[in-house]
DNA sequence: AGAAGATACCTTGCTACCGAGGTATCAAAG
DNA sequence: CTTTGATACCTCGGTAGCAAGGTATCTTCT
């Protein structure tokens, strides 16, 4: 389910602008690579998938630089596909941060405020959802119930990404409404 | 390469106590379940693998519940695998968060200040080396060079997050060193 | 008594994913 | 003039991962 996300990059990627596979790879490593680097046997399949689905067209561009280029760009199918999957994103789009991100990469794209708010509403609920990582039967276990200190960090760090992310987002939400 | 992580976890809670799948299952969705939901699909082959690796036992215990458990307790090689792998973690737990809180619930089994300060260490130089989500050419782009909010949200968050964790990593790698 | 729901585990088939390896061009360094 | 390194793309084989479906027990609700 690597694929999600990288067809989500490579779509709002090339909505801009037409990029060739190693351009699209390297925008990619940036993003989300140096959390999670992706094997250029995952990308260019994916590539042709999606050109065989009607997203997107090569063109060979022969060697300005060094080997020869394929150059992508989007069809109207392909840019539709990333109006809907921003606007109907994958539940593991707002659960998952590395997902979440590439999503807010290009959240922009979706030129609809009201079609933004409520993405970001889904994240809201999703972060201010009772959870815990650690249960003691149906009781949800807490920073003070751990002596060890990197449990405890677990909790100091989660808990301080996500009040900062409220806050983000409940201003946000107010400025798109508002 | 989920299996890295599930195994991890599975190493990690039953070093402390024998648990049957099925808990066992429940423990990880809490631990990581809410980002990433795990299928038993998935879960169970592995632990059938684990126990082919001489890493786990299985014992049946006819049903005092439900339907009968399968009863799972690290062997000695188990215990050592658990250890070995806290002690040098694969490049993946360091970057990935989901990866990295999972190894941070079981660090303190890694029954040595010295080598777990050295974990927490390489966490410290991968969040201090300079990254960016988007280039222009060599230069990284900013907070300020973007005017969508949600780019702007998505630096917001990660440097508010990279800033709590530094925080706790060198108090803590101050306690451990002191 | 029957249905529903939780517990508990399993298999099968499809496909995505990754590592490993290969091909080729061009620039810069030695 | 050869090597190194970057650019640029590709294929193949093995395996992991997932959805979908199945089986069975026990409790609780109706």
């Known amino acids: ?3 999600i996300m990288l067809e989500l990059a490579t ?3 090339l909505y801009d602008e037409r990029l060739h596979g190693y351009d699209l790879r390297k925008r990619i490593a940036a993003l989300t690579g140096h959390v999670r680097p992706i094997a250029d046997g995952t990308l260019y399949p994916l ?3 999606m050109e065989a689905a009607g997203l997107l067209t090569r063109e060979l561009q022969p060697g300005q630089v060094a080997a ?5 760009s989007l069809t109207a199918t392909g840019r539709q596909a990333l109006l809907d999957r921003l606007r109907e994103p994958d539940e593991l789009f707002v659960t998952d941060e590395n997902r979440w991100f590439t999503l807010l990469a290009f959240l922009r794209h979706l030129d609809d405020p009201a079609a933004q708010a409520a993405v970001l509403r889904r994240r809201l609920t999703f972060l201010t959802q009772p959870a815990s990582f650690f249960w003691d039967g149906d009781r949800p276990m807490r920073a003070a119930d751990f002596d060890d200190p990197f449990r405890q960090g677990l909790f100091t760090i989660a808990t301080a990404t996500s009040r900062t992310e409220l806050k983000w987002l409940r201003e946000t939400l107010a400025d798109l409404d508002g």
């Open 1 to 3: 389910m690597i694929w």
């Open 11 to 13: 779509l709002g990627f």
């Open 47 to 49: 590539l042709k998938r």
């Open 68 to 72: 020869p280029r394929h150059v992508l």
